[in-house]
């Protein structure tokens, strides 16, 4: 039995579980919460904005009595890369609302997204850029392109904190990333439930001070599942220590802490 007081999702999607629960009632039983949301759309960001202030506003609430703490990142995702957003993400920046730039990537999963590969590439660019700048963590979604990431490796390096979102595999990549960027970061969800191989290994080789954990809530559900809700954090714990016996809350706790500056 899983007996932790504090979790930390490295990734979650805040406006979009609205559509399918009350992240904070669900949350209600953990006695601290901490997770990065991404947002990636002006819309989404604002939704995202009045929801968590509304919820700020009633005092008896976990978010205003400090057991929950949501970070907050946006960025041009490589599924939608809409480049005129770039302007509205500096803004953010400047005024010190973000905590994280992302998802900024690649993803050539199909054929409607590798289409989209000059767009893609610019977004990729911008919000690189943007992180060093502005000297922000940048969170990567990058499916089927690393060649692609590998080819700003230098930049990266001027970012203080890197973390690959759900990352895929193999341990090879991931080996290759940390001789440039030792102090990377590798997230992992479901599909560590899943039994993937590739993220197994992962999970099994990497060095313990590289290694975070999320859900991707509402999304990267199982597939007798509609959703991932928040609180599955606890059950992604489980299954990670599960499969890396010296894993512990404190390693991923000291990785979150390390990753977003806190």
Same mark, same amino acid.
């Given at each position: 039995?899983?007996?932790?007081?504090?979790?930390?999702?490295?990734?979650?999607? #805040?406006?979009e579980?609205?559509?399918y629960?009350?992240?904070?009632?669900s949350?209600?039983?953990?006695?601290?919460?901490?997770?990065?949301s991404?947002?990636?759309?002006?819309e989404?960001?604002?939704?995202?904005?009045?929801a968590?202030?509304?919820?700020?506003?009633?005092?008896?609430?976990?978010?205003?009595?400090g057991? $929950?703490?949501?970070?907050?990142?946006?960025?041009?995702?490589?599924q939608?890369?809409?480049v005129?957003? !770039?302007? +509205?993400?500096? *803004?953010?920046?400047k *005024?010190?609302?973000l905590?994280?730039?992302g998802?900024?990537?690649?993803?050539?999963?199909?054929?409607?997204?590798?289409?989209n590969f000059?767009?893609?590439k610019?977004?990729?660019h $911008?919000?690189?850029?943007l992180?060093?700048?502005y000297?922000?963590?940048?969170?990567?979604?990058?499916?089927?392109?690393?060649?692609?990431? #590998?080819q700003?490796?230098?930049t990266?390096?001027?970012?203080?904190s890197?973390l690959?979102?759900? +990352?895929?595999?193999?341990?090879?990549?991931?080996r290759?990333v940390l001789?440039?960027?030792?102090? !990377? #970061? +590798?997230?992992?969800?479901?599909?560590?439930?899943?039994?993937n191989?590739k993220?197994?290994?992962?999970?099994? *080789?990497?060095?313990?001070?590289?290694?975070l954990?999320?859900t991707?809530?509402?999304?990267q559900h199982?597939?007798d599942e509609?959703?991932?809700?928040?609180?599955? $954090?606890?059950?992604?714990?489980?299954?990670?220590?599960?499969?890396?016996?010296?894993?512990?809350?404190?390693? $991923?706790?000291? *990785?979150?802490?390390?990753? +977003?500056?806190?």
């Open positions: 039995m899983l007996e932790i007081s504090c979790f930390f999702d490295a990734h979650f999607h #805040f406006f579980c609205l559509k629960e009350k992240p904070f009632d949350l209600g039983g953990f006695e601290k919460y901490y997770g990065c991404c947002a990636h759309s002006v989404e960001w604002y939704n995202q904005k009045n968590l202030e509304s919820e700020n506003e009633a005092e008896s609430l976990p978010l205003s009595a057991r $929950i703490h949501i970070l907050k990142s946006f960025g041009l995702h490589p939608n890369p809409v005129e957003n !770039a302007a +509205f993400l500096e *803004n953010l920046l *005024n010190n609302e905590d994280a730039v998802e900024a990537g690649f993803d050539f999963f199909t054929d409607e997204f590798r289409q000059d767009r893609q610019e977004a990729w $911008i919000q690189v850029e992180a060093a700048k000297q922000k963590p940048l969170v990567i979604h990058c499916r089927k392109a690393m060649q692609y990431i #590998f700003e490796i230098n990266l390096a001027k970012i203080p890197v690959f979102h759900s +990352f895929p595999g193999p341990i090879e990549e991931a290759s001789c440039r960027l030792p102090d !990377a #970061f +590798f997230s992992y969800g479901k599909q560590i439930l899943n039994g191989k993220v197994l290994s992962c999970l099994q *080789n990497l060095p313990l001070k590289n290694i954990l999320e991707d809530a509402p999304f199982l597939k509609r959703f991932t809700s928040c609180v599955e $954090i606890k059950r992604v714990y489980q299954a990670a220590f599960d499969v890396r016996k010296e894993l512990s809350a404190e390693i $991923i706790k000291n *990785n979150f802490c390390t990753m +977003f500056g806190l």
